[in-house]
């Protein structure tokens, strides 16, 4: 029978999965943009200085992220609807739970390896080199009533259950606060943030677009609207961060593109 917390797991992949396709869709929208400008004037590329193509394989870059990114998730889905349903005809179940379930584990094991495609393999390995890096962090603390995001550390990525065991180094200035904790998260619970030294692989973001980024001069995750974009992939982004508890907004801030990450769905920070 499945629990509250199978069926929460369940739909917090299902709106991941919803998040990654509607990211897709963004970034098709800017491909075909790509295309129909390569079409009308294909004389832009021999232009010095003009970044058309760089920035085309940029988005094809992402697409194939994306994309490897939904399969993931749908495995995971798939996987989880898998360990819920009953397996045999009913009468039998009880019994052959019971007698076989180490068995039964085991075969699952090692055929979810053997049935590991090429690019869940090497998404895999991405995950698992983020090992020792900073990411945000979807994370539920203590008597909290919702999740939030954070910057924590990875210490381990575990390729069979597909948890992020992760590091909170700064887990507040409470009285009662207990120094570093550490989580298990899912996948769908971590974004990566671009790398400083790869400009390509950090999203564009339009002027207007919610985002989730750091506030200059903390470790601190916040929403923030683009006030204005980057004009070269090496740029800045000048956001205007919510305040929240003052019910409007606090300066325009300038944040390097690999501090910012696309905005979670439902987030509310």
């Given at each position: 029978m499945a629990s509250s917390a199978d069926v929460s797991g369940i739909m917090d992949n299902a709106k991941e999965l919803d998040r990654l396709r509607k990211e897709q869709e963004d970034v098709l929208i800017e491909i075909n943009k790509m295309h129909k400008k390569l079409q009308t004037t294909p004389e832009v590329v021999e232009k010095s200085g003009d970044a058309s193509l760089s920035r085309l394989k940029m988005l094809y870059t992402q697409a194939k992220d994306l994309s490897e990114s939904e399969v993931s998730i749908a495995t995971q889905l798939i996987s989880q609807?898998?360990?819920?349903?009953?397996?045999?005809?009913?009468?039998?179940?009880?019994?052959?739970?019971?007698?076989?379930?180490?068995?039964?584990k085991r075969m699952k094991t090692d055929s979810d390896i053997s049935r590991v495609s090429p690019s869940m393999r090497n998404h895999l390995d991405a995950l698992a080199s983020l090992k020792g890096e900073q990411v945000a962090a979807r994370v539920r603390l203590e008597d909290a009533d919702k999740d939030d995001w954070f910057i924590v550390k990875v210490i381990h990525f575990d390729r069979e259950s597909r948890e992020f065991e992760v590091l909170d180094e700064e887990p507040g200035d409470d009285e009662d606060s207990s120094g570093q904790r550490k989580y298990k998260l899912p996948m769908s619970h971590i974004i990566p943030?671009?790398?400083?030294?790869?400009?390509?692989?950090?999203?564009?973001?339009?002027?207007?677009?919610?985002?989730?980024?750091?506030?200059?001069?903390?470790?601190?995750?916040?929403?923030a609207t683009v006030v204005l974009a980057r004009k070269r992939k090496t740029d800045d982004y000048i956001l205007e961060f919510d305040d929240d508890e003052e019910d409007g907004s606090l300066p325009q801030r300038s944040v390097p593109f690999h501090k910012v990450v696309a905005l979670p769905e439902g987030h509310g920070q």
């Open positions: 609807l898998d360990n819920l349903l009953p397996s045999g005809p009913p009468g039998q179940q009880r019994r052959r739970v019971e007698g076989n379930e180490p068995k039964k943030f671009p790398k400083r030294n790869d400009p390509s692989s950090a999203q564009d973001f339009p002027m207007g677009r919610h985002v989730l980024a750091v506030y200059p001069g903390t470790t601190a995750l916040y929403k």
